[in-house]
Each structure stands twice: as C-alpha cells, then as structure tokens.
C-alpha cells in the first residue's frame, strides 16, 4: 500500500503563488505517472496536472502557462509550483499515483 502526504496548501492573495509538496512512500517511485487533481463542491475531480518518470509533463488548459509540475525521484516527491493564482483555482488539490492511490487532499484558497 503506498502513502501519499501532501503539504504546502493555504491562503494567498489573488496573484500569489504557492509550492505544493506530495511525498510517496514505497519503491519504484520512478516507474509511475504522477498527477496532481482537484475538486471544488461543484465540480468532479479535474486534472491539474501530471508527470511521467521521465519527467514529461501535461497539463489542464485552465493552468498552462502558470503552474509547473515537477518531480525528484531520488526523494520520491512530486511538486506543484502554482504562480499567478486566481481565485478559481481555489479547490482541494490531491496528489495521485498512477490514479491508483491517493492523498488526503491539501486546500488552496485564492482570496483577497
């Protein structure tokens, strides 16, 4: 069973920026596509982003151009650098391996 821990949510200003951090326990991190989603109460669970072993990423249209995924696979970690944050983007972001594990989620608020 692998665990996953995400840190790194919080409230910022319109046009801040945060780093969120999900630390995976197990092995073979390397061999697994990682994934960053979130969910607001309105919507379903929505793709923010993700990243091979490789470290090719993809990402939702909505954050292109703004948030970067990226991964370091010697600390089992993937990271979510979200810059120019709007206040829809404010939702519980869960970090995912292979959309076969799961995070408890971390809260991103946007407001002024």
């Known amino acids: 069973q692998v665990q996953l821990v995400e840190s790194g949510g919080g409230l910022v200003q319109p046009g801040g920026s945060l780093r969120l951090s999900c630390t995976a326990s197990g092995s073979n991190f390397g061999l697994f596509v990682m994934g960053w989603y979130r969910k607001t109460p309105k919507k379903q669970r929505d793709l923010v982003a993700s990243?091979?072993?490789?470290?090719?990423?993809n990402y939702g249209d909505s954050v292109k151009g703004r948030f970067t995924i990226s991964r370091d696979n010697a600390k089992n970690t993937v990271y979510l650098q979200m810059n120019d944050l709007k206040p829809e983007d404010t939702a519980v972001y869960y970090c995912?391996?292979?959309?076969?594990?799961w995070g408890q989620g971390t809260q991103v608020t946007v407001s002024s």
């Open positions: 995912s391996e292979d959309r076969v594990f």
């Open positions: 990243i091979t072993g490789g470290g090719q990423a």
